[in-house]
């Protein structure tokens, strides 16, 4: 019987992106005078900006997480139903602010981020939606790694589903990334988060972090492109898609790896995910806003011919107009 949705994302520990350009990253004691306007507010948060990434090229999503009131307030809730994502499995605690991240960044692209957890933060006491997380082909992982993430993982896992852990399970202490990577079969990070992982785990090999359940890892490199690691234990490059300009490159993590498990979900092995999860988040970069510039299906076409010269793996018609 197959599975009513392609995808549920678990956790958000920030619903809302704040950028704030200065014209030099501050040092102690400095005073900032913030450009103006002062900078723009946007919708965000990894697991809704994977869940609307894959929502976009029109695969069954869902997704599940604690949020404040200003979930709803802010039309957050509608603009990801109307996107066609289901919320069913949102807490929504009434009396608390979601998390809010601040980005301050400079001309050349330097940052730092300040990050206010807000409702994230309680979680963890939360028991998380069993039957959504049952009805999935493929779940993806993000902060906050808490009790709630484990036991959805186990939920998931049990039920037959992929489970994929991102690279923030960087910031849980280690007793809990092995009870998360205990339910996983894939990993997407990046080089220094998986180095970081293996040495706090005190082993050379990804596979080793799975055992017998590892089904694969993609490892991005920004411009250089993705690393895909093979259950088998080899290695294989997929180039990075060039962009007509480059403006702003948070976020397209998050659209990497939704493209990229949603995928896997169905016909395409890890290499064609890899491959459909480095164009989507080349639209990504393209503009400030993590979920401004997320392409459909036909663009994804369009540019996964001109980069790979290969079809995109989906079921998916392109005008030839």
């Known amino acids: 019987m197959s599975k009513r949705l392609a995808l549920v994302t678990v956790g958000s520990i920030t619903l809302f992106d704040h950028m704030l350009p200065v014209p030099a990253l501050p040092v102690a004691g400095d005073t900032v005078l913030l450009e103006r306007p002062a900078g723009t507010t946007s919708f965000g948060g990894c697991g809704l900006n994977q869940a609307m990434a894959a929502a976009r090229l029109g695969f069954a999503v869902g997704t599940c997480l604690c949020v404040g009131a200003d979930f709803r307030a802010s039309g957050y809730e509608q603009a990801l139903v109307a996107a066609g994502v289901d919320v069913s499995g949102v807490t929504v605690m009434p009396g608390e602010q979601s998390g809010h991240s601040y980005l301050v960044h400079d001309p050349d692209g330097e940052s730092f981020l300040v990050v206010e957890t807000g409702a994230a933060r309680l979680q963890g006491a939360l028991e998380p939606p069993a039957a959504l997380l049952r009805d999935a082909e493929a779940v993806v992982l993000n902060m906050p790694f808490d009790d709630y993430c484990v036991r959805a993982a186990a939920v998931a896992r049990e039920a037959g589903a992929l489970v994929v852990a991102s690279g923030q399970l ?29 040495r706090v ?3 050379d090999d990804v596979r080793a972090l799975f055992g017998a359940g590892f089904g694969g890892a993609w490892i991005t490199h920004g411009s250089r492109g993705v690393r895909v690691l093979a259950p088998d234990g080899s290695a294989h490059d997929v180039p990075a898609v060039p962009v007509p300009v480059l403006v702003d490159p948070i976020g397209a993590g998050d659209a990497f790896v939704a493209a990229a498990t949603a995928t896997l979900t169905g016909s395409g092995g890890l ?25 459909d299906r036909v663009a994804v076409a369009r540019r996964h011919q001109d980069a790979y010269g290969t079809a995109l793996p989906l079921d998916v018609a392109v005008p030839t107009s």
């Not at 990070?189 to 180095?195: A, G, I, M, S």
């Not at 491959?275 to 979920?291: D, H, I, M, Y």
């Open 170 to 198: 960087m910031t849980a202490p280690p007793e809990v990334q092995r009870r998360v990577l205990a339910s996983c079969t894939h990993l997407a990070c990046n080089q220094p988060e998986l180095d970081a992982l293996l």
């Open 201 to 203: 785990h005190g082993c």
């Open 271 to 295: 290499l064609d995910a890899a491959r459909v999860g480095a164009v989507v988040a080349s639209f990504v970069v393209e503009a400030r806003g993590c979920q401004t510039n997320l392409p």
